[in-house]
């Protein structure tokens, strides 16, 4: 069974900082995701990566896939109160579609 | 494009009785759809995988006669909670497949079983 461990579980910081989530695993996938969800609606996709080391770019969102393709991280620079929610980063085992979700890291940005 | 609708929105049921939600994908095609649960604070926890024509594939520890789902056609999907009990009290989401990697979730179906 897949696991995906993300660190910190919560993270409380002020307007304008920067921040690192991780997301970690002992297994290889085949792409990883992440989303943000706020309370009470569906997690909405910010990205997927599929290569080992790729970094992809969302505005202030950094995206970058671990070479062995085991982890991800996300960096977000200048977090404002409207990056508040809960992030999720979720894994394809290899030769599949069926994503695993990791344990969420809660963000909230004060102003 | 690539939106899925999640029907209803929030249930209040009593325990014993059986709670349909439906999951459509509106302006494309899904012969995948996903089955999700979430607890208070916590992550998705990927219940079964709903094939178009077939029967749905259930993860180890979920019921398949407790989640009955249904993929009768490429646009909906549903989820029927057989006798509900209170702990079946949860949030629900579906999600849906269009093209290798893109996936749109619903707004998902916050269940109460008093």
């Known amino acids: 069974t897949q696991l995906l461990e993300q660190s910190p579980q919560f993270l409380s910081i002020q307007e304008g900082e920067n921040l690192t989530v991780y997301c970690n695993s002992s297994?290889?996938?085949?792409?990883l995701q992440w989303y943000r969800q706020e309370p009470g609606e569906g997690p909405v996709l910010l990205v997927t990566?599929?290569?080992?080391?790729e970094v992809k770019k969302l505005k202030r969102l950094t995206f970058q896939f671990g070479d062995a393709r085991k982890d991800s991280s996300l960096h977000i620079t200048a977090a404002q109160p409207g990056d508040t929610g809960l992030y999720l980063c979720?894994?394809?085992?290899?030769?599949?579609?069926?994503?695993?979700f990791g344990t969420g890291t809660r963000l909230k940005v004060l102003a | 494009g690539a939106v899925v609708s999640q029907h209803p929105s929030r249930v209040i049921c009593k325990s014993g009785t059986s709670v349909k939600i439906e999951c459509r994908s509106l302006?494309?095609?899904?012969?995948?759809m996903f089955w999700y649960r979430q607890f208070p604070k916590k992550s998705l926890m990927l219940m079964a995988t709903?094939?178009?024509?077939?029967?749905?594939?259930?993860e180890q520890g979920v019921e398949k006669d407790k989640f009955l789902i249904n993929h009768a056609s490429l646009t909906l999907s549903t989820l029927t909670v057989t006798s509900a009990h209170p702990e079946d009290s949860s949030f629900y989401i579906c999600?849906?497949?269009?093209?290798?990697?893109?996936?749109?979730f619903g707004s998902g179906t916050r269940l109460t079983v008093v």
């Open positions: 999600s849906a497949s269009w093209g290798d990697y893109g996936y749109t």
């Open positions: 297994s290889v996938f085949s792409s």
């Open positions: 990566v599929v290569t080992g080391g």
């Open positions: 979720a894994g394809a085992a290899l030769g599949t579609y069926k994503y695993i």
């Open positions: 302006d494309f095609q899904a012969t995948t």
């Open positions: 709903s094939n178009e024509g077939s029967k749905a594939t259930y």
